[in-house]
C-alpha cells in the first residue's frame, strides 16, 4: 500500500487540487450573481427556465467545493448575496441584456466550465475530487447541449463560417 491509498477523504489535497477547487468555487459565486442578474433580464421562459437550472446547479457545485475546502481546513472566498428581483419593465433599454446575448454568454460560460473540470478531474491524485469534477463535467455536458438546442430553436445561434462549397477530391 503507498502513502495515497485507502480512503480519499483521509488523503492530503495537494496544491493543486486546493487552488483549483478554491478557483472553481470562486467561479461558481460569480456565476450565481451574474445567471441571478440574466434571470432579472431574461424575457423568454425556456431561457429562465435553463437559468433557473444552471442556479441551482452552480449553487451546488459552490456549496460542495466549499466543503470539501472547509473539511481540509481551508476558506472559501465570501460568498456574495443574492440578487433581488427586478421586473424586467423597470430596466432600461440601453442597460438591458437581450435574451440572444443571454444565452450566448451562458454557451461560453458552460463550454469555459467544462474545460475546467477537466483540468481539475486532470491533476486530480485525489479520486473523490476527481470523481467530483467528472460529475459536473457530465451535468454541464448536459446543460451546454440544452443551451445548444435553445440558441438554435430561437434562432440566436450565431455559427461560424460554414464550408458550403468542399473542395474536390482528385
Not at 483549483?20 to 432579472?40: E, H, K, M, P, R
Amino acid at each position: 500500500m503507498g502513502v495515497l491509498s485507502g480512503n480519499p477523504k483521509n488523503e492530503p489535497m495537494h496544491y493543486g487540487e486546493i487552488f483549483g477547487v478554491w478557483a472553481f468555487s470562486l467561479g461558481a459565486i460569480g456565476a450565481v450573481s451574474c445567471y441571478q442578474t440574466y434571470l432579472n433580464h431574461a424575457g423568454d421562459n425556456d431561457l429562465k427556465k435553463i437559468l433557473h437550472d444552471l442556479i441551482d446547479q452552480t449553487k451546488l457545485e459552490m456549496n460542495e467545493c466549499n466543503e470539501l475546502l472547509s473539511d481540509n481546513g481551508i476558506p472559501s472566498a465570501p460568498i456574495l448575496p443574492d440578487k433581488p428581483p427586478v421586473k424586467i419593465e423597470d430596466i432600461p433599454a440601453g442597460a438591458k441584456f437581450t435574451d440572444p446575448e443571454i444565452a450566448a454568454k451562458i454557451a461560453a460560460d458552460t463550454s469555459a466550465g467544462l474545460v475546467a473540470c477537466s483540468q481539475a478531474m486532470g491533476q486530480s491524485i485525489r479520486e473523490d475530487i476527481g470523481a467530483l469534477f467528472a460529475k459536473y463535467h457530465l451535468t454541464k455536458a448536459a446543460l451546454g447541449l440544452k443551451i445548444l438546442r435553445l440558441n438554435k430553436e430561437k434562432g440566436w445561434l450565431i455559427p461560424p463560417p460554414l464550408q458550403v462549397k468542399r473542395p474536390e477530391s482528385e
